[in-house]
């Protein structure tokens, strides 16, 4: 384990003790009900989590949103929120937690959401934490504040994407591959999404999403996850085309789902705050929503 993975399991345990809505909302996670979907060659798992309800549920946020009422700017959080300090980052405990640890990696400055500037930056955090996913919401496709660039942090084990990866031969095929890198897109797997594996995956990576760009898909549609593992990033890109799915919008409660994707539901793990959404939901809700928001 890295010196660092070691202080920041440290730095969330002591943010626990000291801070009353973090140690609730974590708490709150142990209640968090789920079940699956099954697929051909992989799963799908919908949780119900009601502390989520404020990032689910949230208004777009406008990419200009002030400074001075930013939660991510330093002056604008709660005083028993602590950090550990990454240079041009901050390490937070986010405190409406998907997963049993969950960490936001904020900016110190107040710049919109985007990662091509800071993606030298990501890649390090990954090699930090390198039992964690590190994942990045674009602006328009589940970024809780575009205004503010940040990304985050779970353990990878939680996310279902790494296991269908690792063990599914049905879900993604070599595109192309050299000494440099190997390239992977998914099939049959309800969402698109791009891997990159490699020692040295920035070139591939700015030559993706320039592909992408060029098909009308530019970053602020994209979401992304990477892990580092056995001197190498495995890099996750998935392309979008809507940031909500119509069913988020329905007026008719019996069809209604609030259902925001973001990274964590285009892993395969799908969030909805409400009891009753969560009882409902269907096999074929999924595969609409996959349908309606993947690019």
């Known amino acids: 384990m890295s010196n660092f993975q070691t202080s920041a399991y440290q730095f969330f345990e002591n943010q626990l003790n000291t801070w009353q809505l973090v140690r609730d909302n974590f708490e709150g996670l142990k209640l968090v009900k789920t079940k699956n979907f099954d697929f051909e060659g992989f799963s799908i798992e919908v949780c119900c989590n009601p502390v989520r309800i404020r990032s689910t549920a949230i208004n777009v946020i406008k990419a200009d949103y002030p400074e001075n009422s930013c939660f991510l700017c330093k002056e604008n959080r709660p005083s028993v929120q602590s950090s550990i300090d990454l240079g041009e980052f901050e ?12 960490f936001t990696i904020a900016n ?3 710049a919109i959401q985007d990662i091509l500037p800071y993606l030298h930056h990501y890649l390090y955090f990954a090699t930090l934490l390198p039992a964690f996913a590190i994942f990045f919401n674009g602006t328009k496709c589940g970024a809780s504040a575009p205004c503010h660039t940040h990304f985050q942090a779970a353990e990878k084990i939680y996310f279902p994407l790494f296991k269908d990866y690792r063990n599914s031969k049905n879900v993604f095929d070599i595109v192309e591959q050299n000494a440099d890198f190997t390239l992977k897109y998914s099939k049959n797997y309800l969402r698109n999404v791009i891997c990159i594996v490699s020692k040295n995956p920035i070139p591939v990576f700015e030559k993706t999403l320039c592909n992408l760009q060029q098909k009308g898909i530019p970053n602020t549609m994209i979401n992304v996850i990477s892990c580092f593992d056995n001197d190498e990033w495995t890099i996750f890109i998935f392309p979008r085309k809507a940031f909500r799915p119509t069913q988020f919008f329905e007026q008719d409660e019996d069809r209604r789902l609030m259902i925001s994707p973001a990274s964590v539901e285009l892993s395969g793990k799908i969030i909805t705050p409400l009891e009753a959404h969560f009882d409902k939901i269907t096999k074929a809700n999924i595969v609409d929503i996959y349908k309606q928001i993947s690019g």
């Open 91 to 102: 390490l937070l405990v986010n405190p409406y937690p998907i997963f049993p640890i969950h």
């Open 108 to 110: 110190k400055k107040h």
